[in-house]
């Protein structure tokens, strides 16, 4: 059974600091890239970050730059996020999903992810 697990979630400051995770299960870690993706109330969901599990290939959306970082435990079939300087607008829930990376491209948009997590809500207060 595939299963992606998020955790880290919770209320912090503006400024503040929180780093995600995501504990991945069920398939070929290596063979996916990962990705954490957003939604905030009223918006739609939005790619924020992902990285290839194999090679370590980043991507950050432009509202991230700079404040998130992505890693990859391999031994652990965990990634994480590291966020920053967090903003209000900051504020959704967090989602973690994995895309085949198995032709070398991952696009790191919604459509394109095989599996997503459930979420954690992660509430940056001002």
């Known amino acids: 059974e595939v299963q992606l697990v998020e955790s880290g979630g919770g209320l912090v400051q503006a400024g503040g600091s929180l780093r995600l995770s995501c504990a991945a299960s069920?398939?070929?870690?290596?063979?996916?890239?990962i990705g954490w993706f957003r939604q905030a109330p009223g918006k739609e969901r939005e790619g924020v970050s992902c990285i290839s599990s194999s090679d370590g290939i980043t991507y950050y959306a432009d509202s991230v730059k700079g404040r998130f970082t992505i890693s990859s435990d391999n031994a652990k079939n965990t990634v994480y996020l590291q966020m920053n300087s967090l903003k209000p607008e900051d504020t959704a829930v967090y989602y973690c999903a994995a895309e085949d990376y198995s032709s070398g491209y991952y696009y790191c948009v919604d459509y394109a992810m095989d599996y997503w997590g459930k979420g954690t809500l992660v509430t940056v207060s001002s």
């Open positions: 069920g398939f070929t870690f290596d063979n996916y890239a």
